[in-house]
């Protein structure tokens, strides 16, 4: 069975320090995807990032930036130079990829890490 | 595009009784999904749906219903609700290999 931990539940940062979440995950399949989301206080969930288990990359958008290790099977995401719009709760997701498509959103999650970013 | 619709936004059910939560996407998607959040947990697929007409259990189905009659819509019913039932509902939906976009949530309380 698949299972996603996020060992933080809440996280508080002064604004313009960097934090990184942690994110370690468990899966049987080779191939899988690891997603990143953030739910703001408006409630709805917004897509970060997904990323293949055969991309071992590291991606940086703007502030933010991921890392991937699959070999601590760990997809940790860190934002640069924090902001106080950062504040939210951040689900780190897994699905397997049993393909044509069906998996995408049958998503794993792990319980969510609470950010909060003081001025 | 208005992306994810759902309604109602909040609603408030005694013991028993029954109502079904509205899902509509204008994206043309073909995947269609429910999950529920707990407090302080992350979410749980529900049902899903691949298709209109196509529809299968996820992780914690027992207690609803769905239908898919077309590709648009995508109702989640609650039969003789119970308080295991309080919780937050999503409805989400994507492209063959395509991210989620999420509705803004329905937060239910049975009472």
């Known amino acids: 069975a698949q299972k996603v931990t996020q060992a933080q539940t809440e996280i508080s940062v002064v604004e313009k320090e960097d934090v990184t979440l942690d994110c370690v995950y468990e899966?049987?399949?080779?191939?899988?995807?690891l997603f990143w989301y953030k739910q703001p206080p408006s409630g709805e969930l917004v897509f970060l990032i997904r990323?293949?288990?055969?991309?071992?990359q590291n991606e940086i958008s703007g502030r933010y930036s991921w890392n991937f290790q699959k070999s601590t099977s760990s997809f940790n995401f860190t934002i640069t130079a924090s902001q106080v719009v950062d504040s939210a709760v951040y689900f780190c997701?897994?699905?397997?990829?049993?393909?044509?498509?069906?998996?995408?959103?049958?998503?794993?999650f792990g319980q969510g890490t609470i950010l909060t970013v003081h001025p | 595009n208005a992306g994810v619709t759902q309604t109602p936004k909040f609603r408030i059910l005694k013991i028993g009784q029954s109502m079904t939560l509205q899902c509509a996407q204008d994206?043309?998607?073909?995947?269609m999904y429910w999950y529920r959040q707990d407090p302080g947990m992350g979410l749980k697929l529900i049902y899903y749906?691949?298709?209109?007409?196509?529809?299968d259990k996820g992780e914690v189905p027992n207690g609803y219903n769905v239908s898919r009659s077309t590709t648009e819509d995508f109702p989640l019913r609650l039969e003789l609700a119970a308080p295991s039932q309080t919780s937050v509902y999503f409805c989400?939906?994507?492209?063959?290999?395509?991210?989620?976009?999420f509705g803004s949530g329905t937060q239910l309380s049975v009472l």
């Open positions: 989400a939906s994507s492209a063959v290999k395509g991210k989620l976009f």
């Open positions: 997701a897994l699905s397997e990829d049993t393909g044509g498509g069906t998996s995408y959103g049958k998503l794993t």
């Open positions: 899966t049987r399949d080779t191939t899988y995807y």
């Open positions: 749906s691949v298709g209109a007409g196509i529809t």
């Open positions: 994206m043309n998607h073909n995947y």
């Open positions: 990323r293949n288990s055969f991309d071992e």
